[in-house]
């Protein structure tokens, strides 16, 4: 379930973005000015708002550490200001001039995109505040940015309907025609999907627009072998021009807001509708999913940004068949074991699953041997597979069944965190899991496999205020 539990209502005029860190809550609006709150209580900074733009502010974003945010406006500024004062960091300009639409930090915090309205695009050093490079798209303006998890490349939207893939170095790799009236925002999720025949990894890349569609694509960029693009599906709940789309920060949830003033809320695995949200009272123009804790802000033109909570469990359930909870396992049917092994990317072996009679209680009594033996799978690598699978979805029910809500769980060792810490991925971990995963010179995320842009590792206190309530409530 997902629930309303905030409500900000401090802007005077459209809120047009609202962006997290992981103790922070931007939000921008056609007032002229962004205004920062605390997540542990959403009380506004004694620095907020925060006032340079002298026209509309279109967009705001945070740097991957959270210590600095960027805004853009109409005013042909993008501005960069430290989170802990509020004092401003660089002015940078668009050499053009033309009003500036949308920005965003590369996962590394190196550089910084801008585009404007009357289509250039322009690559920011982000150390020096210097022009790295500039280019433009061939019609309309940029109104959508967002960069792959790795960092390789980023996608641009604008308002003819073009999404178009840029590399590190500002090359065109791509242009496509995307959305028939005009693309509105586009975002990847956090998580890679691995080719089983290839070995490759995509990108999930969600872009939507005035044609009251959002589109999954799915990208992937090696210098080897070069790029690719492929359509993958249309999701069409909203019956109005969808302006805004975003991932959950494990990439099984995506959610829209639309000129229908719904938000839509989707399982990314399966593509089906989870929740509908309907309290704004007009367009929804923004929407975004906290890093690290359950929180999802939806921004509207009634001038206000909603606060929604999702239960404990809410993200991995979303991924189950049927919408079973996961400590009901040994209740599925052999169509819900089924329905799994699809939503797994095994749906080759349901056949021989359905030939065995594999239930719910079966399929956690699975071994190496029952599956070799009995079920007749000879290749090692896809009884590994299976094996692996098994194995998450048996600790998914044993932390479910003991009540600790999942995002409490370090991915490395599977137990409750003590003094949770933010990667640079984005994740949380605990402190010494992830001190010593990093002293074994593992220099990827033990979330996304990706190379960590940094090893700093950040106190998540609001994490560990929301454990420790948890605790006192449930220890008692």
């Given at each position: ?116 309205a009357d289509g250039t695009v322009v690559l920011w050093n982000a150390q020096t505040y210097k022009l790295y490079r500039c280019g433009s798209v061939k019609d309309g303006s940029l109104v959508a940015c967002a960069f792959s998890p790795n960092g390789n490349l980023f996608v641009t939207g604008s308002s003819c309907g073009d999404l178009t893939v840029w590399d590190d170095k500002m090359r065109c790799l791509h242009d496509e025609k995307a959305h028939d009236l005009g693309i509105t ?292």
């Amino acid at each position: 379930m997902v629930k309303l539990i905030h409500t900000l209502a401090d802007h005077d005029d459209d809120v047009n973005c609202c962006a997290f860190s992981a103790s922070l809550l931007a939000t921008c609006s056609l007032d002229k000015t962004i205004r920062l709150y605390c997540l542990s209580d959403f009380t506004e900074l004694p620095h907020s708002p925060l006032k340079f733009h002298t026209y509309a502010v279109h967009c705001c974003c945070f740097s991957p550490s959270g210590h600095i945010l960027a805004s853009c406006s109409t005013d042909g500024t993008t501005v960069l200001w430290d989170t802990q004062n509020g004092q401003i960091l660089a002015v940078m300009e668009q050499p053009s001039g033309s009003p500036v639409r949308v920005c965003r930090f590369s996962p590394d915090s190196s550089c910084l995109v801008s585009g404007a309205a009357d289509g250039t695009v322009v690559l920011w050093n982000a150390q020096t505040y210097k022009l790295y490079r500039c280019g433009s798209v061939k019609d309309g303006s940029l109104v959508a940015c967002a960069f792959s998890p790795n960092g390789n490349l980023f996608v641009t939207g604008s308002s003819c309907g073009d999404l178009t893939v840029w590399d590190d170095k500002m090359r065109c790799l791509h242009d496509e025609k995307a959305h028939d009236l005009g693309i509105t925002c586009c975002d990847f999720s956090p998580q890679p999907v691995s080719d089983g025949e290839q070995g490759l990894q995509f990108f999930r890349l969600a872009s939507c627009g005035q044609d009251c569609h959002m589109k999954i694509w799915m990208i992937s960029f090696t210098h080897i072998l070069g790029f690719e693009l492929k359509y993958k599906s249309t999701l069409s709940g909203h019956c109005a021009p969808v302006l805004a789309c975003a991932f959950s920060h494990n990439g099984q949830m995506l959610v829209s807001g639309s000129v229908d003033k719904s938000v839509i809320v989707y399982d990314t695995n399966t593509e089906n509708i989870l929740y509908t949200l309907t309290q704004h009272t007009r367009y929804v123009t923004t929407c975004a999913f906290a890093p690290s804790i359950l929180l999802l802000a939806t921004g509207s033109m009634d001038k206000t940004v909603n606060i929604w909570q999702f239960d404990p469990g809410a993200l991995c359930q979303a991924r189950i068949p049927e919408d079973q909870p996961e400590q009901f396992v040994e209740d599925w049917s052999e169509d819900d074991v089924s329905d799994w092994l699809c939503a797994q990317g095994l749906k080759d072996l349901v056949d021989i699953f359905k030939m065995n009679n594999i239930d719910g209680r079966e399929l956690l009594n699975l071994t190496k041997e029952s599956l070799a033996d009995d079920l007749k799978i000879e290749s090692l690598g896809l009884r590994s597979k299976v094996l692996r699978k098994i194995e998450e979805l048996r600790k998914k029910v044993k932390i479910l069944s003991s009540g600790i809500p999942d995002e409490f769980i370090c991915p490395i060792t599977r137990e409750l965190m003590k003094d949770p810490v933010i990667a640079s991925d984005g994740y949380s971990y605990e402190k010494e899991a992830m001190e010593n995963w990093i002293s074994k010179k593992k220099r990827t995320s033990p979330m996304t496999n990706l190379v960590l842009p940094s090893v700093v590792l950040t106190p998540n206190r609001t994490l560990k205020m929301a454990i420790e309530r948890w605790l006192e409530t449930h220890q008692k």
